[in-house]
Every structure is written in structure tokens, then in C-alpha cells.
């Protein structure tokens, strides 16, 4: 199954976006859900992740203190709240979880 991740955007330097991923029970449930995202010539690399049933979150350095990982398991649906963005910041996000197949992913433009 792909998780198609959801709510990109434009954004000016300093705006908010927030963005969502809506999985199967079956793949949500007692999980390690998690963001990534590959900016242009970079290679993809982890964001956040939240274990689904605790809620315990990890966050890479690059943002942390300014995006936050929630989860809401009547929805099974993550949620990357993203404030303070950076044109750095710049890139396709995806939701997966581990062995997962990767989705289209949604484009966020942060511009300066």
C-alpha cells in the first residue's frame, strides 16, 4: 500500500503549513509512522516519526522546534504541523513506515 501524504504548498519564509497522511488500520495500528522528504539533488531523509501507539516522537535536528508530529488514531492519520519555514525547507514530503512503498509524495516551496 502507498501512503499519499497531503497538504503541500507555496509558502513565504516564516509561514505554516500542515500536512497529513491517512493509512490503513492495518498498517497504522502499532506503528513507527514517519515523515521524509528529498529535496532537489539530495538524497531523502527522515523528518520525524511517531510510534502510533504511544505517540512518542523523534525529530531530525534540522526541525526540531519548529515542526511537530501528531497523530490521531480515530483517523489513523499523521500530521506534520510545519511553522517557521525556510526556503531550506524546500522539498517533496512523504509519509511511509518501515518497508513501506513510497507514494507521489506533496511538493512544500518555501519562498524567500
Known amino acids: 500500500v502507498q501512503l499519499q501524504a497531503s497538504g503541500g504548498g507555496l509558502v513565504q519564509a516564516g509561514g505554516s503549513l500542515r500536512l497529513s497522511c491517512t493509512a490503513p488500520?492495518?498498517?497504522?495500528?502499532?506503528?513507527?509512522m514517519g515523515w521524509y522528504r528529498q529535496a532537489p539533488g539530495k538524497q531523502r531523509e527522515l523528518v520525524a516519526i511517531?510510534?502510533?501507539?504511544?505517540?512518542?516522537?523523534t525529530y531530525a535536528d534540522s526541525v526540531k522546534g519548529r515542526f511537530t508530529i501528531t497523530r490521531d488514531n480515530a483517523k489513523n492519520t499523521v500530521y506534520l504541523q510545519m511553522n517557521s519555514l525556510k526556503p531550506e525547507d524546500t522539498a517533496v514530503y512523504y509519509c511511509?513506515?518501515?518497508?513501506?512503498?513510497w507514494g507521489k509524495g506533496t511538493q512544500v516551496t518555501v519562498s524567500s
Open positions: 511511509n513506515v518501515p518497508g513501506g512503498v
Open positions: 511517531i510510534i502510533t501507539s504511544s505517540g512518542k516522537s
Open positions: 488500520g492495518s498498517i497504522f495500528t502499532d506503528n513507527f
